[in-house]
């Protein structure tokens, strides 16, 4: 579950603001210079440089003016908006970085159930036109540059969306047009988890297929997604791969983290 923080500045003396919603905000002007609030225009926001890196989320989340120092940052994703939230990895428990709600709403999967996610049209934009900055933002966290791989339910989006993208069938439009358009919408469930990678099974399936006949397309090993995401990776972002690995272990601590579970009914919603 997300640590959600009230994105709040004071400025010379006056009552702490609540920051306008992310379209509002633009992190540079025409000339080059970074842009300020509109209630704050002598507090520009920051740019982030890595400054929580390596930190453990549970115990940043306990730390007083945690939410002062998170309001000062442009979001480090789209580098537009204010930060609102602190995003951390739910598997390593390591904070990634501070996001903008927007960034936010766009990183968090869109969970049917614990282990069943709808892959909806968004991760358009995490797996192909903004990939390089998605996935420098995942491998924030050391566990997962470490292992070269991602999220477990990223991981099952990533495997739906792009490594099975050739088995997802195709229906002439209805209206008598001769395009075809994919068929249904597409859903990845998985058994097991990442802490037992060998009895892990990924299952991507299509849910409202216009005919009816179309349902499970694969069923893929955690190893086997998690293999055919590192080869892409170099393909996709070699600087990411280039420093991801299990011989780049400069931002790891001395002694591994145990994986934080979370179990409440509310951090799987929010996942």
């Known amino acids: 579950m997300r640590w959600r923080l009230k994105a709040a500045r004071t400025c010379r003396g006056n009552t702490a603001v609540t920051e306008p919603p992310a379209h509002g905000w633009q992190a540079r002007a025409t000339d080059g210079r970074q842009t300020t609030s509109p209630d704050c225009s002598t507090a520009p926001l920051r740019p982030y440089n890595g400054e929580l890196q390596g930190q453990l989320y549970s115990v940043l989340s306990r730390k007083p003016g945690t939410s002062r120092k998170v309001a000062g940052w442009i979001c480090a994703v789209c580098r537009t908006a204010p930060a609102a939230v602190v995003d951390h990895c739910h598997e390593h428990g390591y904070v990634r970085a501070p996001v903008c709600q927007s960034c936010n709403t766009q990183e968090r999967p869109d969970h049917l159930y614990s282990n069943d996610i709808r892959v909806a049209s968004r991760y358009t934009r995490l797996f192909e036109t903004h990939t390089g900055d998605w996935l420098y933002h995942w491998h924030r966290c050391p566990g997962c540059r470490a292992r070269t791989t991602l999220p477990l339910p990223h991981l099952a989006a990533w495997t739906a969306h792009v490594a099975c993208r050739s088995l997802r069938p195709t229906h002439r439009d209805v209206r008598g047009s001769r395009a075809r358009k994919p068929c249904g919408v597409l859903r990845v469930s998985w058994t097991g988890s990442q802490n037992a990678p060998g009895s892990c099974l990924l299952t991507v399936a299509v849910d409202f297929c216009p005919s009816g006949e179309h349902r499970v397309l694969a069923q893929i090993p955690y190893r086997e997604a998690a293999r055919r995401f590192g080869t892409w990776l170099a393909e996709a972002a070699p600087a990411v791969a ?18 934080i579970a979370d179990t409440s009914s509310e951090g799987l919603a929010l996942f």
Do not use: E, K
């Open 242 to 259: 280039a420093a991801a690995g299990p011989d780049r272990l400069d931002g790891l601590p001395a002694r591994s983290r145990p994986v």
